[in-house]
């Protein structure tokens, strides 16, 4: 059918009238208040049918009829229905399809809609619990293997359905988080609560219905001619009919579909299932009611557990909280057995409100713990629950679920001293939320108006919904109500069915469960707020967009996300934990901290690391990847075994030190020049699980130096025993005091801080030379304390001032994250950040020490970390594109400043530091280089240069990738602040 067109006669008449129109349908679906029902707008056949005995239109029936759960709005019916069978419904609908003045119908059956969605006014309400002539006579399970299931009646809740199965050691795979809720229901919506990352919603987890069905489609369009005769001129019902068309999706091309969707039956009772009947059944399920009353269900069981450990773990940073739910989601999908099968419920909760913490979804914790925990939240004012269980049943045996859930746990970023555990029975825990539901009616606080919200956020948006919901929206007020968020897996929903979820293979459902006490129009207007924000909220990020100088960038042209690579949390990062060599295979969009968690579930981890994990793979092997353990293990880009690399020519190549060798030595450390990385394969060690970490204090530089420079020259082939030395070496200049504990960690106690302080004060310039000692302890002694005494002999640091701590190995390698969070917390960490990372030959260091830490910066404070440490250069390979000083010793200077007001004086300052490297003859290298001239790169690569000239010859010809590094192209000059060019 050729598209609706419109005269501006047609469409002035339409205009004119649609408003009124809007109005009169309003009135029809929603009203305020009690009003007297009109049985005669009902029609006279139904009225004399045998089933007018069924009907009641007195006030009391009518006026439950006329609110839900909501308790935001109101629509008295005309008359309720208490069928006794299907057929009675079947004849209500068709005596409503049947006649020239159609009535509505909705079916109600526990009343837990919000915004009336089971109401009908003016029509007819079907109770549908009058089915139910018997608890339980309509709940009929089959127990014969191997398929187990129940035919459950629409009207049943979910909670007898629990007790039923149970009888039998059955119970259905997938629930909701409130039983009191029909099968019905539940089934026109989803479904869904912590078990549907693994077994889907409700919805997914069905055999068979009987529905019974209306035309929908036929019955608007009756709707819409009785409202033209009464009010309106009959055309313009038409162009109203093709409005509600278009809010419903269904254009006018698509009025033959839905006709064929929402099939012709009048008031006929349909088997369906997958086979048969099968678009009816797909319709129905998630179909909001608009396909079909559903009478009965057949409902998939499985062998029923007898007891749950149910566990709260909780986090302070969002990003740890959603990467653990994605992972533990992510576990062993198909569900076959052991721990690694996973959690068997995975749900998640905002807090930022201490009144939440205890709220009506458990009475979980003890008195002590909320107030821990409310300190906590006061503090941090946001904080993030994961919640947990794990099923198990004891047939007089011992269980391994102790041991199941420490393996589970093992890896997550929780924090390890706030973990909360009951163990209940599978009732108890299934039934929870009633708990909660039992207190608030004791207090008058359930029969109130629930503004509710419930939202799928895609994978790709939770973060941004973080920062600009929970941390923005949500704090302008209390909040009244639980706060739900978990993820769940797509590939776990029939796309065919009716229920919409977003297009990513991870989404999130955000439940907002609140409540008002008094009154509720500020929360549906924060509602309206959120789903503007929503609307309006835009992610973009490159890579991790952790550059310093628009390398990442792409003026005018096209900027690749990497992340959206990550279709599914950890499905990039493959593990080979096969002795003799162990690699993992990881996407260039991972986050080291990714790799990471991924490894170590494997008893692996990567040899050389980064200071800060949240960085993405491809990100630092394009630059070199550097941290403490780089003097032994030398940077990322030597522990890489291969790649798949995207070159400017658009050929996906597969590279090696044997295979397309120059391509695998040009991209490792090559700024991006020559390729994408899409894969690396990088080399893996068993890891530690303890860390001794150590600062050693000096006032003296050259004491300083030589001890660092002593350190990485033990036993550099790494074999055994306390002379191996050390596994990490870093150092750091303090000449503010407001260094000493700044973002690297929370290391010092406040007594220590004051003793520190004191030395930094007097002395102007103070070191802190930083190592550590990875250990591991499978149940006896280490030798850890007696390996740490005697590394540290003969070392020339003050003897009176040594500071210890003993982490995880994860703590550790996390350990700048901490400080990433209090910098957020404080609005400190989205500021400019004029850093600049400096390779300065051994010979030169002295000199360095001179003019710059006890020179330049002593010029104004410092606002970061400034890092000094030594690497070997006979770790890095020379036939990389990564370029260092030609010294057999260097060391990394990074002066790692955040500018909170102006950033400019710190741009000149590093100005100043590289004129004065200049003048003093040290010929330093620019790590993580940003030049402005041709000519300035050139000196940068010296006898590399022709090399790296005729690589991007060879691999980007075009000089298509990596523009922000303005080496090889004028285009970024367009989009600089300043418009340099060379």
């Not at 047609?10 to 007297?36: C, D, N, P």
């Not at 020490?849 to 330049?856: K, L, Q, S, T, Y």
């Not at 370029?883 to 102006?902: I, K, N």
Request: negative net charge; glycine residues 8%.
């Amino acid at each position: 059918m050729p598209p609706l067109t419109l005269s501006k006669m047609q469409r002035a008449i339409f205009i004119s009238f649609f408003f009124i129109a809007t109005y009169l349908i309003s009135r029809l679906i929603s009203t305020i208040g009690e009003q007297k029902p009109r049985t005669t707008m009902l029609p006279p056949d139904l009225l004399a049918m045998d089933l007018a005995k069924k009907l009641r239109f007195d006030p009391h029936a009518t006026n439950l009829a006329s609110t839900d759960f909501g308790n935001l709005t109101r629509a008295l019916p005309a008359a309720v229905l208490y069928p006794s069978s299907q057929n009675d419904i079947a004849t209500l609908i068709h005596s409503s399809y049947s006649s020239h003045l159609p009535f509505p119908i909705a079916a109600k059956g526990h009343g837990h809609s919000i915004h009336g969605q089971a109401m009908a006014y003016k029509g007819v309400v079907i109770e549908m619990a009058s089915l139910d002539g018997k608890d339980g006579a309509r709940i009929n399970v089959s127990s014969t293997p191997p398929y187990f299931f129940a035919d459950v009646g629409g009207e049943q809740l979910w909670i007898d359905v629990l007790h039923a199965t149970l009888r039998h050691g059955l119970a259905p795979l997938s629930w909701t988080d409130y039983l009191y809720l029909t099968v019905g229901g539940t089934l026109s919506n989803a479904g869904i609560s912590g078990q549907a990352f693994r077994h889907g919603p409700q919805i997914s987890n069905v055999y068979e219905m009987d529905v019974v069905t209306g035309t929908f489609l036929k019955f608007l369009h009756l709707c819409l001619s009785w409202l033209s005769v009464a009010y309106l001129h009959s055309s313009i019902s038409f162009y109203i009919y093709i409005y509600v068309l278009h809010v419903c999706g269904y254009g006018v091309s698509n009025h033959a579909c839905m006709h064929a969707r929402l099939g012709t039956g009048k008031g006929e009772v349909v088997k369906c299932s997958r086979q048969l009947n099968s678009e009816l059944y797909y319709a129905v399920l998630g179909g909001l009611g608009q396909f079909g009353i559903i009478t009965r269900a057949r409902i998939a069981l499985e062998p029923a557990p007898q007891r749950v450990r149910w566990l709260r773990l909780l986090y302070v940073d969002f990003s740890d909280f959603t990467k653990d739910q994605e992972y533990l989601i992510s576990l062993n999908a198909d569900g076959e057995g052991g721990p690694l099968k996973g959690f068997d419920y995975v749900e998640g909760s905002v807090v930022n409100d201490e009144s939440l913490i205890n709220n009506w979804r458990s009475s979980f914790f003890s008195k002590g713990d909320h107030r821990r925990i409310s300190a906590l939240a006061a503090h941090h004012s946001t904080i993030y629950f994961l919640e947990v269980s794990k099923y198990y049943s004891h047939f007089g045996g011992p269980t391994t679920v102790d041991q199941d859930v420490d393996s589970l746990l093992k890896g997550l970023s929780f924090l390890p001293d706030l973990v909360f555990s009951n163990d209940v029975s599978y009732t108890d825990f299934l039934n929870r939320v009633h708990q909660g539901e039992l207190k608030l009616r004791a207090q008058g606080l359930w029969d109130v108006p629930h503004p509710w919200l419930n939202l799928f956020i895609p994978k790709s948006g939770i973060l941004d919904f973080d920062r600009g919901v929970f941390r923005g929206v949500l704090k302008k007020n209390a909040t009244m109500g639980p706060v739900l968020v978990y993820p769940m897996n797509k590939d776990k929903w029939e796309n065919t069915m009716s229920a919409v979820t977003p297009d990513e293979e991870v989404f999130y459902t955000v439940g907002l469960l609140r409540s008002a006490v008094d009154s509720w129009e500020f929360l549906e207007d924060q509602n309206r707020e959120i789903l503007s924000f929503c609307e309006e909220a835009g992610i973009e990020s490159k890579g991790h967009g952790h550059s310093i100088h628009g390398q990442a960038m792409a003026y005018k042209g096209v900027v690749i996300e990497m992340a959206s690579l990550d279709g599914k949390d950890g499905a990039r990062i493959n593990v080979s934990s096969t002795p003799p060599y162990f690699f993992a295979d990881v996407g260039g969009e991972q986050l080291w901290i990714d790799v990471l968690h991924a490894t170590l579930r494997h008893g692996l981890a990567p040899l050389s690391w980064t200071d800060y994990l949240y960085l993405t793979v491809g990100g630092t092997l394009s630059n070199a990847g550097i941290s403490g353990q780089a003097f032994r293990h030398g940077p990322q880009i030597s522990n890489v075994y291969e790649m798949d690399v995207v070159t400017g020519k658009g050929e996906v190549v597969k590279c090696s030190r044997q295979l397309n060798s120059e391509l695998y030595y040009a991209v490792l450390g090559g700024l991006g020049q020559f390729g994408i990385i899409t894969r690396a394969r990088i080399a893996l060690e068993p890891a530690p699980q303890r860390v001794r970490w150590l600062r050693l204090l000096y006032v003296d530089f050259s004491d300083f130096t030589k001890d660092q420079e002593y350190l990485i020259s033990l036993n550099a082939d790494g074999e055994g025993g306390p002379t191996k030395g050390f596994d990490y070496v870093e150092g750091s200049v303090v000449n503010d005091e407001s260094l000493i504990n700044n973002w690297r960690s929370s290391f010092f106690s406040k007594g220590d801080h004051r003793r520190i302080s004191a030395l930094a004060a007097h002395h102007s310039i103070i070191y802190f030379l930083e190592v550590s000692k990875y250990y591991s302890h499978f149940g006896g002694p280490t030798t850890v304390d007696q390996d740490v005494d005697s590394l540290l002999k003969g070392l020339s640091f003050l003897p009176d001032l040594v500071f210890s701590n003993d982490v995880s190995y994860t703590d550790f390698l996390n350990r700048v994250h901490q400080g990433e969070l209090k910098l957020r917390a404080q609005g400190l960490w989205d500021v400019p950040h004029p850093w600049l990372n400096l390779f300065i030959p051994k010979s030169g260091i002295l000199d360095f020490d001179r003019g710059v830490f006890r020179g330049v910066l002593k010029k104004n404070a410092t606002m970061g970390p400034v890092l000094v440490y030594p690497m070997n250069k006979d770790k890095w390979e020379n036939t990389m594109s990564a370029v260092t000083p030609d010294e057999e010793v260097f060391y990394t200077v990074g002066l790692l400043r955040s500018a909170v007001d102006s950033w400019e004086f710190l741009e000149d300052q590093n100005r100043e530091i590289l004129s004065f490297c200049e003048e003093a003859g040290i010929e330093c290298k620019q790590y993580l280089p940003h030049y402005e001239t041709k000519a300035q790169w050139k000196k940068h690569f010296g006898q590399k240069w022709n090399m790296f000239v005729d690589r991007k010859q060879k691999f980007d010809p075009k000089g298509l990738l990596s523009p922000g590094q303005r080496i090889f192209t004028l285009s970024m000059s367009e989009g600089s602040h300043d418009h340099s060019s060379y």
